[in-house]
């Protein structure tokens, strides 16, 4: 079978996308550089990077760190602030023919109901990521997506506001005991599906120093060395909710990467820190992935979604 005649289209709820492979929110900003690279046109969507209601500075530097097979980032949620990121990024990117899934993020629950508000009147936004990996200042720093009670009430309220307009993704954290609890959770809150995983919590020690590396003293461990979380989380979420779209990400750097992903479960896939030692890694991965479906006889991608839950 040809490469080019296998569908790769895909769907998030109502959203429709001609390709699964997707930028990783917070690895490719609003998509400005990788533009220089190819066509934004020419991949499934760009999901920008953490937007929150007012501009933000992050966290201390330094912010990132090597590790074995991967990295850890504490960059802190900087940003311009949804006003002017409505004002200059969206348009940007809607001129460049991308699909655009925007990331919000809040220190609580309203805040994430304010976010909403202002993009449901922004026309050309495909879908929400609503990133609940963030600290609930009204509950003592308490991750919301670590608790199920936090999490719905974040998604709720951006249901609330969107109606059945835009789907909602809810992104959600490994760093719990039971994430297929706090899946179903969100779900029986009005998210329309999942974004699966965030990166994982780590921290490097500096031997010279003998203190924490990164400023901000943790950071998200991402790369290679979390996909297998990735594809635990994405295998039993699928098969706690069969029904329910999956975006699924962590370590992705090879098509096999990403088919391995969809064969959990996943509808489409983002790619994050592979972007940064291959700026063209997107691509890359999205012909690969087209290529290994032709070679294991699907004639769509939406035939290799879950497979390895029926083999």
Request: charged residues 15%; aromatic residues 4%.
């Amino acid at each position: 079978m040809s490469a080019h005649s296998v569908d790769i289209s895909t769907t998030l709820g109502n959203a429709w996308f001609p390709a699964p492979i997707f930028t990783a929110s917070g690895c490719a900003s609003s998509g400005k550089e990788l533009a220089q690279f190819f066509p934004l046109k020419d991949i499934g969507a760009v999901v920008t990077k953490s937007v929150m209601n007012k501009p933000r500075h992050g966290r201390p530097t330094p912010r990132m760190a090597e590790t074995p097979s991967g990295m850890l980032n504490s960059i802190g949620l900087q940003g311009p602030g949804i006003d002017a990121f409505l004002a200059n990024d969206v348009p940007w990117l809607l001129a460049q023919n991308a699909r655009v899934i925007v990331s919000i993020a809040g220190e609580t629950a309203d805040e994430y109901g304010v976010l909403a508000r202002k993009l449901r009147s922004t026309p050309g936004i495909s879908a929400i990521e609503v990133n609940i990996s963030c600290p609930n200042v009204e509950n003592r720093g308490l991750v919301f997506a670590t608790d199920r009670d936090t999490s719905c009430r974040v998604i709720d309220s951006v249901r609330k506001v969107i109606g059945g307009e835009i789907p909602i993704l809810a992104k959600l954290t490994p760093d719990v005991t039971n994430i297929v609890d706090v899946a179903k959770g969100v779900i029986d809150s009005g998210a329309d599906g999942l974004a699966l995983i965030n990166t994982v919590l780590g921290m490097v020690i500096n031997i010279d120093t003998m203190r924490p590396h990164l400023g901000g003293k943790t950071g998200g461990l991402s790369g290679p060395a979390i996909r297998p979380i990735a594809v635990r989380a994405i295998y039993q979420v699928r098969e706690a909710l069969p029904t329910v779209p999956i975006l699924g990400m962590g370590g992705v750097s090879s098509g096999r990467d990403a088919l391995e992903l969809i064969l959990a479960g996943a509808s489409g896939v983002s790619v994050g820190t592979a972007s940064f030692g291959n700026p063209t890694a997107v691509i890359s991965i999205q012909n690969e992935l087209r290529e290994l479906l032709a070679q294991r006889g699907f004639t769509s991608l939406k035939q290799a979604i879950g497979y390895a839950h029926r083999v």
